[in-house]
């Protein structure tokens, strides 16, 4: 597509007009300059200014055209604007900006001229998704504006035109209830703390790590509005939660013409009830919500919603009348709207789906690259819907995609005949790890055939660290073979953390829903870390070069343990005391060394995390409440019930500094002891309540520093020199 040729792309602009309405719209009808201010804040002053950036261009695309240090981009839309300079960027100019890492450091001080003078592109999908329910959990739910913005900042960066926004999506709740009976300090009472929210829009749980304070509230509400308006400024849609009948106890009994479901348990946590969209109280309650909503952060077309999610209760409501009923609601506040699912687990059902209207409805497959078999159109009745993948589970620090899958299975989805695929949705569980695999899943919209995965990976190993090096590329090649290069039929993620695993010579994963075993040869990652090791001195300033290497260290110590266990099983078998001894001493230098390899980097600080959260808080009280909510969603989850039974306890694990020093090496260092302690008496060992240590863990505050220490390329080259 160079030289100003429509080609494919003038045939994909007609086709995106047909599935997205409005898609063609008249582009000289938008003011730039959000653009530019985002680019202004993405890059160095100096090299910002060498863009211009103006309306013009084909649907959902852009052309960029220009000389050396003059490049104008032209598009229909701010976000589309931002993703032909990200084109630009790491195609033309040779760097990359990813979540996270950046190789800016190795930006032409001129910026180089457009190959053939121009090149334009168009994505082959309107919708192009990100975030997951449960993103502003386990990607840091006290993050401030200018986190978020340069999310939005990135995303927009790589074709991202949809994002889904939850902060501060109690406060159409909290007003909206108020009218029906509700005391502000009962529903601050029901509302959770903002690290555990995502599940109470999930109607999953409720109250936990509350009271939550008015200030809060208003805080929260305030900076969901920003972000609203900022999505808005860059042309990206404010994906919106809608109302589908969460209410807090007692409902039916101050409201006569309501009825309600009670929904049971998730995971050992007292669900919300459900108030059935089909009573005449339903519809007065959604419009007081979406009013209340209008108010705080304005209009969307999309609203995602996903009744009964993962084990809800119809308790005898008509299911697809009830769907009817909520799309309905969502219509009569906004009539154009559509109804966002997402497809996990049984969810949608069939009955669901014939109570709605398929024109206003988009279905998230989260499961696209995790089974094999899918037929879509089948199973959803030709619903509109997008390729989505959860490549991560908690927000784990783990190295690794499906990349192939995606490859392959996006490209053959979208071409067959009478397909349904509109979209794409950018899933994970948590933001802020992996960003080889988010490059190449939003990449994968923007390519007319099927992506050639190994040529990808080269080029994005010229452009991660600023220029290409050959040690760079034999690294990048090594990872796509192997973490990058696993397959579908059972699982979309990666092994996570054993280090982090509750103790257990037979401990396979930490989380009880990861995978038991390594999905690739761990080989790879060793030798990718000995390559990047060997890449050239002045790239090594790159922060990107200087996150992946702490990365691929830090996986490299986790392998590591993992092989290293079963031989100190054996040892524990054997009644070997002294190779017992050598192996678990072995074990604690490996955890000594990781600890202080995460220290070198921010990315990888728990302190950073815990001090977010108390910054939020009205007073001291409540920074503790607010701590605490933070601390446990990565140990114990909740309480003991939902932590041991559900069993929630370790689902977001990370190997981050501070939990591997307070958390995780002290569980191994009581869990070998009792194992000497067995050997010595020839007694079993003594059971350990884990619980508690975690519970307490969770309950403590401060401590942590929230400024890194140390050489991330003297401990990797350290790690690197093991045997």
Sequence with gaps: MVGGRLGLAGCCAVLLAALCPGAARASEGFDPAPAVAALGRLLPAAQARQFTLLPGGPA???????????????????????????????????????????????LPAVLPAVPGGAATRTATVPHRYALNDTDAGYSGPYRDFAAYQHEIDVLALHGINEVYLTVGAEYPYYQALKQFGYRAEELRAWIPAPAHQPWWLLQNLAGFGGPVSEQLLDARAALGRKLAGRLRELGITPVLPGYFGTVPPGFAERTPDAVTVSQGDWVHFDRPDWLDPTCPAFARLAAAYYRAQREQFGDSTLYKMDPMHEGGRSGGVDVTAAARAVQQALAAAHPDATWVLLGWEDNPTTAELAG??????????????????????????????????????????????????????????????????????????????????????????????????????????????GRPDPHARAAWELLRQGPYGTGSGRWS??????????????????????????????????????????????????????????????????????????????????????????????????????????????????????????????????????????????????????????????????????????????????????????????????PIDWFTPDDDWAHRTGGYPTSPTGDPVALATEVGNLP
Excluded at 378 to 385: E, F, N, P, S, T
Excluded at 398 to 417: E, H, K, M, S, Y
Excluded at 428 to 457: K, R
């Design 493 to 686: 993620e990666p092994q996570d953390s054993v280090i982090a695993a509750r103790p257990s010579l037979e401990a396979g994963s930490a989380a009880a829903w990861s995978p038991a075993e390594a999905r690739y040869d761990p080989a790879t990652v060793r030798r990718a870390l000995t390559e990047l090791l060997q890449v050239a001195p002045e790239l090594r300033v790159a922060d990107a070069y200087r996150y992946d290497l702490v990365e691929l260290a830090r996986q490299t110590l986790d392998d590591r343990a993992r092989a290293l266990l079963p031989a100190i099983a054996a040892a524990y078998r054997d009644q070997d005391t002294i190779e017992f001894t050598r192996l678990t001493d072995q074990w604690r230098r490996g955890e000594s060394l990781l600890e202080r390899l995460l220290a070198t980097d921010p990315r990888f600080l728990l302190g950073r995390w815990t001090a977010a959260a108390r910054g939020w808080a009205a007073d001291p009280a409540e920074a503790d409440r607010l701590e605490y909510d933070a601390r446990s969603l990565l140990t114990t989850w909740g309480g003991r019930g939902p932590s041991e039974l559900g069993p929630l306890h370790d689902y977001a694990n990370r190997e981050w500094s501070g939990l591997v020093a307070d958390v995780y090496a002290p569980r191994w260092d009581a869990y070998f002891r009792s194992l000497q302690t067995a050997m010595a008496t020839g007694a079993d060992p003594a």
């Design 356 to 465: 709605t209207d398929p024109a206003h409805l988009l279905v998230l497959d989260g499961v696209a690259d995790r089974y094999d078999g899918l037929d879509r159109e089948r199973q959803w009745g030709g619903a509109r819907c997008a390729f989505g993948s959860i490549p991560n589970f908690g927000g784990h620090t783990a190295l690794g995609a499906n990349t192939g899958v995606w490859a392959d299975r996006f490209a053959r989805w979208r071409d067959r005949p009478g397909s349904a695929l509109a979209g794409l949705a950018w899933l994970p569980e948590a933001t802020g790890n992996n960003p080889a695999a988010f490059e190449l899943f939003t990449e994968l919209a923007w390519q007319p055939g099927t992506l050639d995965q190994q040529a990808w990976f080269a080029d994005y190993a010229d452009r991660r660290y």
């Design 60 to 106: 959902h695309g852009y052309t960029v055209t220009g000389p050396a240090g003059a490049i104008t981009v032209r598009a229909d839309g701010p976000a589309d604007l931002l993703a032909g300079a990200g084109w630009y960027l790491e195609r033309v100019a040779g760097v990359d900006i990813g979540l996270p890492g950046d190789s800016l450091a190795g």
